[in-house]
């Protein structure tokens, strides 16, 4: 079945808000981008939807490396017609999404002339018999090796491989897969890849996990409930992070792959996740969207920096290549891209200096940055509350915690500028 594109627009730069970001219009400001992919061509595909936790709904768009934008719709019957659920492009003028049609279930499309015409790909078929499936996610690990994952209420998981780039998918033995539980659904777009490993959350706070591309699966519990569009990312085979939307919340970490976690907090409300490989040898960084705008950690998580860059709106979707590009998009119809080089480790200590002593405290806790700043000072439980706050001038301060319980506690401090720093302190 093909369809065709209706072009509706082209993106226009508004400003260079700083050496690292350029900042267009999609000209929808009615809809957010909920799904990104950059190709190695220098396209980059985004997907729109109407509200923030909804599937993007039979919109895409095209930006070339010229910054040019076409934009077009998935079929011609209807808005309603068709909700996205991923997107993966191979090249600017080839791509893959998973949809769901509101009466057939979900499908997988192909298009190879950047989205003129969409085919459905005939071998994937996610619906079981007379219950429809659902179409959660495709991806490639490379040129060849792909997947693409879709379930049903009662009827479990269909997980498709193609080793030929796409020509020809086979259903995966569910041998080869653990026993789903009852009613137990995977999330849009909700996985992880490093190399041919690859992770992919459920509704019943599990964990699915192939080291071969999706030939042989094995699974692992989480100790919290993801029950709120969890996010997950992974920095390498054995490190990785998940969290989900929705104000200060637990978020765990691993060290061996997801067969075991730790609990943490996120101390500032929270949107989307992404990890971006380093360049040349320099590590990445976790980089999380959301109502303090776009913020990073190079440490795992210990402590949390604000990006430059003035960005200090609701971002919501965010997409790194590396260190180097990215994307950031917000709820007003702006696409931030991102081009530089200042989350190397390096240049992240010399930003934020801010260094917290002794930790763990018990009388004084003091507050240094390497340079004189001026801003807001405010302490965060680890649940949450604010329980002290103050205003900061200078390079050095002092603040007397000798009444706090004893725990994990958050130092935020917002410059007057808009910039924030996050670092963790404990009170014994």
Not at 48 to 75: E, H, P, W
Request: hydrophobic share 35%; net charge negative; with cysteine.
């Amino acid at each position: 079945m093909k369809t065709t594109l209706l072009i509706l627009g082209l993106l226009f730069p508004l400003l260079l808000s700083s050496q690292t970001w350029n900042v267009y219009q999609n000209g929808h400001p009615d809809k957010v981008v909920n799904f990104i992919s950059d190709t190695e061509d220098g396209c980059t595909w985004f997907a729109l939807g109407r509200y923030i936790n909804m599937s993007a709904k039979n919109l895409f768009q095209v930006m070339d490396a010229n910054g040019d934008l076409t934009s077009g719709t998935f079929a011609n019957c209807g808005f309603d017609c068709l909700n996205i659920t991923s997107i993966y492009a191979k090249s600017c003028n080839e791509a893959y999404v998973t949809l769901y049609r509101d009466s057939l279930g979900g499908v997988l499309l192909h298009t190879v002339d950047q989205g003129v015409t969409w085919d459905t790909v005939p071998d994937v078929d996610f619906n079981f018999g007379e219950e429809w499936g659902f179409a959660n996610w495709v991806v490639f690990f490379n040129e060849n090796d792909g997947l693409c994952m879709g379930d049903a209420w009662h009827s479990g998981f269909r997980i498709y491989r193609t080793s030929d780039g796409g020509d020809s998918w086979t259903l995966v033995d569910s041998a080869n897969i653990p026993e789903v539980q009852q009613f137990e659904l995977g999330y849009e777009n909700g996985y992880e890849v490093v190399g041919k490993s690859i992770w992919f959350l459920t509704y019943a706070n599990r964990l699915f996990y192939s080291d071969n591309a999706g030939e042989n699966w094995e699974v692992y519990d989480l100790p919290i409930n993801i029950n709120n569009l969890p996010q997950i990312a992974f920095k390498d085979h054995n490190n990785g992070i998940i969290s989900q939307i929705g104000g200060i919340s637990d978020y765990i970490i691993t060290e061996d792959g997801g067969k075991t976690w730790q609990r943490d907090t996120l101390p500032f409300d929270f949107a989307l996740m992404e990890y971006a490989k380093g360049v040349d040898g320099d590590p990445g960084n976790y980089i999380v969207t959301g109502d303090s705008g776009v913020v990073f950690s190079s440490n795992f998580g210990e402590t949390w920096q604000h990006m430059p860059g003035n960005i200090t709106s609701r971002t919501h979707n965010v997409k790194f290549v590396s260190t180097e590009r990215g994307w950031v998009t917000d709820h007003d119809g702006n696409l931030y891209e991102y081009q530089g080089d200042v989350l190397n480790v390096d240049e992240f200590q010399e930003y934020s200096g801010l260094k917290l002593y002794p930790n763990p405290a018990s009388d004084q806790l003091v507050v240094e940055f390497n340079e004189k700043r001026s801003g807001t000072c405010q302490v965060l439980s680890a649940s949450g509350q604010s329980v002290a706050r103050f205003n900061y001038e200078g390079v050095r301060a002092a603040l007397d915690v000798s009444a706090f319980s004893k725990g994990m506690y958050f130092l935020k401090f917002q410059s007057h500028d808009g910039k924030i720093d996050i670092e963790k302190f404990s009170v014994k």
